[in-house]
């Protein structure tokens, strides 16, 4: 390590390339090393602190250390120029004289001082760099050696990047935007160095070699970000927008200029914090909008940020990496002990595009990254050479490789060697064994990750001659082998080779097989043939020796089907001899055993082995008679079973059916009739059962007889006696013959109904009663329960009218002289019989029936009887009970009894009127009276009313008024007594204009002063009264209409015309008019005559007046000529005006008429504040339901 003070760095014209180095940690301060290589016939000069001037010859390399991670100030003769270059992630210093490519115009290079400054305060490294840093290295350079090689990561692939293409001409823009601004940085950077802000750091310990860092913007102390503007504690790491970035997008400034306006926008310098190996933490302010001197601020929304980095230098390409409207964005995926440079762009759509300052940082170094595997140099039986590549640093040398190994063992990787060098032997291993390594690179800040496990094996021997092939498993035309290594040789390296011979070809062996595996199948091989096996073995040292000899065969094949089997002889109902030949293939091995399997033909397939042996022929036996077998036979050798022969059907002979079970009763059994039902006997024979046979017997001694022949199951035998036992037998048949009997069935019939019974006898005891009487029928089995009486007058519509045990029964309540039908049916359990014959009986004649039917009549045919004494009845004609009607009996009264003919109607006379009398008939024939028919009650009419008085009770021009009686002048409640109005028409004809209960009417539409003449009658429930008397009542004279609102007309001053509309005279009647005048309230009669106008004088001066007018009729008939009025007109209002003025005739508005649209106003008004006042009431309640009810 060098001193605390380095000392400066003086470079000469011969200084051809500065490399820098990665990175180099020194407990917790971290330094960057500048590797200075001088190449062959060059001198390096280095001045001391003390002055002391060194010279190092080419070739050399020579290192340095940079406290505060600036760049070592190059200072070249004109001529030449300095520049950085890139090449394989190694970044250098280079100098070159000038060229066609190089313009100093862009690139100005720093002028020469006249002493060289002490290192540190030196600030050259913040110059800009050129936009083209690349240029070809200088002939005759030497590469660098490994150790020294900086192998910087790949740079990060940014996602969702946004390509952009820029002219030349907005390159060129940038470019001088990015001096201009560098021209700023520098200008602060003097400013800062004299007033002292970087004395602090001139004590500080060494920092990465990659960092960058001046007092200009020393945001980075020691990996910690601390804020110009003083922000406090740690800023939260987030990254929100669109972030942008690759490869392959162009990066940089958007080319696209926003319009030029008065506004200006700046924004400032971002600050860097929380710096780790692999990301930061970038934030800035709100930037400040200046126009015509003042500031303004701005919400974060109304901008848009873009945040873009560079990790070749101030003037590198710069990657877009964030757009969004975030003021703390994190940057993850930096690479370890890199410079960055970062800015940031404001963007709205109201103001120009304004850039920040850049802001310098480094990362943090970290753990190497995992290296290559390590690679085979060589190779002995007792040793592996190995060689490895060093991986990248991260900033940090490396200073030890770890490389583990398994020993050989396949087990747990354990170190064999740590140490700085590239290579490795490892020695003292096993001939012919497989080793697995791997590698791992450890720097001052940790160790890193292991590489992938390779493997590697030592030289060996040949290895011994292996064991034999041993024989797995063996088909017929393949052989499964296996084997196993050699004794004391690993099987790791080894490759085996099998040879085979086949038994007599005469080839000798031949390779079959040729790889690793201790194992193969060998394949289309010849069936029951014997092969010779041998095996060798090799390695990377040759070929072993030849295992023993071994043999083995392949397996025999199945044998080909016998042939189909044939029937030997008779077939028999339950035998028969099959016998069959030998296959004609039999596999290559003898045929051990034949298998004869057996099945019947509708057994769906089924096969059972009946026979199993060496022998060509087999008795079949325990077959079913008539039944379809099929036959087959199979061959077993050594190789396996055969396939079956083809099939053979043999059918066996068929016999008569076996016996049925005796037939049984299916459902229940009638009076006449049983349905037998039987099932088929379970031994059809071989043969389709063709037909049943069913014999019948009263009993077992008795001769049988034959009752069913046929096909069926089942059979209904008819003509049997109810209640009795039979007995039933059944056979089968097929066509062979008929089978046995089967057993006895005895089958009993169910009781019937009783027969029919015979016709009842009838005797009448009178002519209302009769008796019938029956005997038993045949019961037929059953005991008979009880008799039905069938009854009636008409022989096809009769009822019964008894049921019961007994055999007579006595019918009542007969109508006389009528003829009677009946008949009788027996009932037992088993049913009820038929109807015996119909017996016939005619009762004797009687007296007459009771009237059926008697009724008032409301009207009789005779006007003149008044209803008020008389009544009217009418009755149907009884039933004469054989003897014809001679006449009727009729009761009223107090038994009051009258004699009438042979009619059906009659009127009562001389009967009081209003009163209620009882009534009652009774019919009359030869045999006598009948009885009384059922009574009515019958009320007689009260006497028609009188007519009442009329009278007028209110005369009119056009209408009367007309009461009469005592009564309300409505019919508020249902009155019996009616009235009817006349009154006379004009032909003298009396026409009815009132019919109703009320007692008063008024007459409208009537002429004036006309006489009118009227009679009134009044009716009830009693008839129709008289009419009264003619009425005279005469109308009275019309007074004249009311007339429109007069018009006053100004004549003078104080003098006005009042007119108004005249009238006709009405029926030579005069027309008079009165004028009335007012000033006030009180209105004056100012006129009274027959003109239609008048002339108001000395009026006072603006003075509202009111004048109204009514006209009268004078007649002439009255006497002192009596005057009759009409109502007064509308008033007119008018007030008189001075001369001097305009004249103002008199308004002629009415007064009725202003008060009206006042009125109407008002009206308005209300309804409006009512409206608004309902409304809100609405808007009220629905609040209050809105609130307290829905929520």
Partial sequence: MMADQPPPLEATPLLNEVPLLPHMVNGDSIQQVILVQVNPGETFTITTEDGHVQCIQGPAHVPMMSPNGSMP?????????????????????????????????????????????HYMHHHHALLPHPPHPVYPPVPGTGELPPQFIHQHPPPHVFQEQEPRSH?????????????????????????????????????????????????????????????????????????????????????????????????????????????????????????????????????????????????SGKNGKFKSVYVGEELTIALPDLRPATDYHARVSATSSSVKESISELVSFTTESCEPDCPAAPKLINRTKNSLSLQWKASNDNGS????????????????????????????????????????????????????????????????????????????????????????????????????????????????????????????????????????????????????????????????????????????????SHSLRVTW?????????????????????????????????????????????????????????????????????????????????????????????????????????????????????NSEQEERRQVYEGPGCECVVTNLLPGRTYCFWIRAANKVGFGPQSDRAEISTAPGPPDQCCKPLITCKSATCAV???????????????????????????????????????????????????????????????????????????????????????????????????????????????????????????????????????????????????????????????????????????????????????FSYQSLKLKWGEGPSRALIPNPTQFNLQMEDRFGRFVTVYNGPCHTYKVQRLSESTTYCFKIQAYNDAGEGRFSEVYAFTTTKSPPASLKAPKANQLEENTFEITWEALQPMKGDSIVYILQLAAGREFDQVYKGPEPSFRLSGLQTN?????????GRQSQEAPGCAELYGPYSPSTVFSARAQGREPCPGRAEPVELARSRQ?????????????????????????????????
């Fill in 73 to 117: 100030p190059i200072f070249v003769p004109p001529g030449y120029v300095s520049q950085v270059v890139e090449e394989n992630g190694v970044r250098k210093v280079v100098v070159l004289p000038h060229s066609a490519e190089f313009h100093p115009s862009m690139h100005p290079p720093p002028p020469p001082p006249p002493h060289v400054q």
């Fill in 772 to 954: 019938v009487s029956w005997e038993s029928p045949e019961c037929n089995g059953a005991e008979i329960s009880e008799f039905r009486l069938d009854w009636g007058q008409v022989e096809g519509s009769m009822h019964i009218i008894y049921t019961g045990p007994g055999h007579s029964y006595e019918v009542k309540g007969l109508t006389p002289a009528t003829t009677y039908y009946c008949r009788v049916q027996a009932v037992n359990v088993a049913g009820t019989g038929l109807f015996g014959e119909t017996g016939t009986v005619t009762t004797p004649a009687a007296a007459p029936a009771a009237v059926p039917l008697l009724r008032l009549l409301q009207q009789h045919g005779d006007p003149a009887l008044p209803l008020s004494t008389c009544l009217a009845i009418q009755w149907e004609e009884p039933c004469c009970h054989g003897a014809e009607i001679t006449g009727y009996n009729i009761e009223y009264g107090e038994k009051q009894l009258v004699t009438v003919g042979r009619s059906t109607s009659h009127v009562l006379e001389q009967l009081l009127p209003d009163t209620l009398y009882r009534i009652r008939i009774q019919a009359i024939n030869s045999f006598g009276v009948g009885p009384f028919s059922h009574s009515i009650k019958a009320k007689t009419k009260p006497l028609p009313p009188d007519p009442p008085h009329l009278e007028c009770v209110v």
């Fill in 581 to 697: 030949e030998p296959p004609k293939d039999n596999g290559g091995s003898d045929i051990a055993k034949y298998i004869l399997e057996l099945s019947e033909a509708s057994a769906g397939g089924k096969w059972e082995a009946v026979y199993s042996g060496a022998q060509r022929e087999h008795v079949c036996d325990h077959l079913q008679p008539g039944t379809s077998y099929r036959m087959r036979v199979h061959c077993v050798s050594k190789g396996g079973e055969s396939q079956a022969s083809d099939v053979t059907t043999v059918t066996t002979s068929a016999v008569p059916p076996g016996p049925c079970r005796a037939p049984c009763l299916a459902g229940k059994a009638k009076p006449k009739e049983v349905t037998l039902q039987w099932a088929p006997p379970s031994a059809d024979g071989g043969s389709e059962v063709t037909e049943y046979v069913v014999e019948m017997a």
């Fill in 1159 to 1191: 009125t109407l106003r008002e009206e308005r008004l209300i309804a409006l504040g009512l409206l608004c006042g309902f409304a809100v009431v609405a808007i009220l309640f629905a609040v209050v339901i809105q609130y307290f009810v829905i929520k």
């Fill in 167 to 311: 002219g030349r001409t907005n390159f060129i823009q940038r470019d001088e935007r990015s001096l201009k601004m560098q021209e700023h940085l520098k200008k602060r950077l003097k400013d800062r160095q004299a007033s002292g802000h970087t004395n602090n750091k001139l004590n500080s310990p060494p920092s990465s070699p990659h960092k960058v860092v001046n007092s200009s913007n020393a945001t980075i102390q020691n990996g910690n970000g601390k804020a110009q503007q003083g922000a406090g504690g740690p800023q939260k790491q987030k990254q929100i927008g669109k972030t942008k970035g690759s490869p392959d997008a162009e990066m940089g400034e958007s080319d696209t200029e926003s319009k030029k306006c008065d506004v200006h926008l700046s924004i400032g310098k971002p600050v860097v914090s929380d710096i780790q190996a692999r990301s930061a933490v970038l934030s800035w302010n709100l930037p400040v909008s200046s126009q015509n001197g003042e500031s303004h601020s701005h919400s974060p929304a109304a901008f848009t940020f873009e945040v873009a980095i560079s990790n």
């Fill in 1103 to 1111: 003075c509202e007046y009111r004048v109204r007018v009514c006209a």
């Fill in 397 to 572: 040398k490396i200073t030890n490789f770890l490389l583990e190994w398994d020993e050989g063992k396949n087990g747990p990787f354990k170190e064999c060697y740590y140490g700085h060098l590239k290579q490795y032997k490892l020695t003292k291993l096993s001939p012919s064994t497989k080793y697995s390594l791997r590698l791992a690179a450890k720097n001052d800040i940790g160790m890193s990750g292991f590489s992938e496990p390779v493997t590697y094996h030592t030289a060996g021997m040949v290895p011994p001659a292996p064991p034999p092939p041993q024989l797995v498993e063996a088909g017929v035309t393949w052989l499964s082998l296996r084997w196993s290594p050699a004794h004391g040789a690993s099987d790791d390296a080894l490759t085996y080779t099998l040879d085979m011979e086949e038994e007599g070809s005469g080839y000798g062996f031949q390779p079959q097989y040729n790889g690793d595996e201790l194992s193969c199948t060998l394949r289309n091989l010849r069936r029951s043939t014997a092969y010779k096996f041998r095996l060798f073995a090799y390695n990377s040292e040759g070929k072993s020796s030849p295992s023993e000899v071994v043999e083995h065969s392949t397996k025999p094949d199945k044998p080909g089907p016998p042939s189909k089997p044939s029937v030997k002889g008779k077939i028999h």
